[in-house]
Structure formats: structure tokens, C-alpha cells
DNA sequence: GTTGCGATAGTCT
DNA sequence: GACTATCGCAACG
């Protein structure tokens, strides 16, 4: 049997230290680090980062409210907010507490629980549709606003790290699907994978 | 493989 | 009352 580097033995889960750095940091780092909700998991192979402050596509751009409140809160929780009226999108909390920041998660590699996931996706043709979009990923991996505001670093929604060992370039890129300050290049992306999204 | 468009509801002005 | 950090399907090449 080979020995596969997401599926350590003994994997552990990111500490909050993780989190409690810069919005552009943590972006990179997630990068190849495993997102697990139950019996179902995935790489992480995209992310975005909204470092708030003068950044306009930031939701916390508008201050403390109802919905934004969670992204000024402690880091290493979970943001999940509703788009377009239809699907919900998972973001990382990160920076101290009071400060705001957070990382949305755009595309996974599916990793666990593959089975389960085409179960709750019948409209991906192929395993590539299962998590190769933020709404997409949300879905197959049962994510939702429930999960609105979850400790990442205990209970079944966690993010862990994978054994060292695995290397890949890092592009950066423009980030999708905004209007405000849509020139900032802040996507990081897992060169040459293809569930990144379009 | 690509482009174009409608659905839908919560959030903020 | 306008806007949105998207997806899926249809049509076409």
C-alpha cells in the first residue's frame, strides 16, 4: 500500500494560531490542506482572500452587522453566508479577534466520502463538478448556514493539515464574480489542477 | 469546448 | 427597492 500524504495516520488539526495571522497569509497556506465535514473531505486547491479595510468587495466593508458580524470575531471559525439568493459559500475567519479578514474557499480536490458527495450533487456530470466551485464544494460537502460561525479547530467541521511532503507551485490571480475593487489580484490557486474553478 | 441568461432570498440603503 | 464573493441548462461550434 502507498502511503498517501492526505491521509496520514495521525493527522492533525490546524491550531488557531494558524488563523490568527494576515488575510493574504492564511490564503496561500490553506492551499493543499484538507477541509473535512463528517465522512466526506477535500483539498483545498482555490482561495480568496477579503482582508476587509479599504477593500470594498469585502463583506465586512460595511461595518459590524447581523451578517458580518462573525468575520470581526475570533479567528478559526467559519463564515457561510447565502449568494444570489441560492447557495451557500464557506469562508475562514482569520486575524485577531475584533480585527476583520477572511478567506473564502473556492474549490476542493474531492478526497473522502466521494460516494456521498455525487449522492448530494445529481447535477455534476462529472467527479470535476463535485466541489470545482464555491457553491459546489458547500453542497457536496453538506455545508450550510448552520454551520455559520463553527470552531474549525474542534467538532465535525475542521480543517486539517496533511503530511508534509507534497510540493506544488502557487498562481496568483484576479479575484471572481465581483464588481469593487475587482483589480486586486488576491485568488490563489494550486497550479495545474483541475478542480480549480472556471 | 464556449457563451448567455434566469432563478432566488437575504442584506443593506 | 437595488444589489449580489453562483450555478446549471440550453444553444452552438
Excluded: W
Amino acid at each position: 500500500m502507498e502511503r498517501n500524504p492526505f491521509r496520514p495516520k495521525k493527522s492533525v488539526i490546524l491550531p488557531r494560531a494558524f488563523y490568527n495571522r494576515p488575510t493574504i497569509e492564511v490564503s496561500r497556506d490553506l492551499l493543499g490542506k484538507v477541509l473535512v465535514h463528517g465522512p466526506t473531505a477535500g483539498i483545498i486547491v482555490e482561495t480568496e482572500a477579503y482582508p476587509g479595510g479599504d477593500d470594498l468587495a469585502s463583506h465586512s466593508a460595511v461595518g459590524i452587522t447581523g451578517r458580518t458580524r462573525v468575520i470581526f470575531g475570533p479567528p478559526g471559525h467559519a463564515y457561510v453566508y447565502l449568494s444570489y439568493g441560492l447557495h451557500d459559500c464557506m469562508n475562514v475567519v482569520v486575524q485577531p479577534d475584533g480585527l476583520p479578514g477572511c478567506v473564502l474557499i473556492r474549490a476542493l480536490e474531492p478526497l473522502d466520502g466521494l460516494d456521498i458527495m455525487r449522492s448530494r450533487r445529481p447535477a455534476a456530470r462529472t467527479d470535476r463538478d463535485l466541489t470545482s466551485g464555491p457553491a459546489k464544494l458547500t453542497q457536496a460537502l453538506a455545508i450550510t448556514r448552520a454551520n455559520n460561525g463553527a470552531d474549525l479547530t474542534r467538532g465535525s467541521l475542521v480543517i486539517r493539515q496533511p503530511k508534509p511532503g507534497l510540493s506544488f507551485d502557487i498562481e496568483v490571480s484576479l479575484r471572481i464574480g465581483i464588481t469593487k475593487c475587482a483589480d486586486r489580484p488576491l485568488r490563489y490557486t494550486i497550479a495545474n489542477n483541475r478542480f480549480v474553478s472556471r
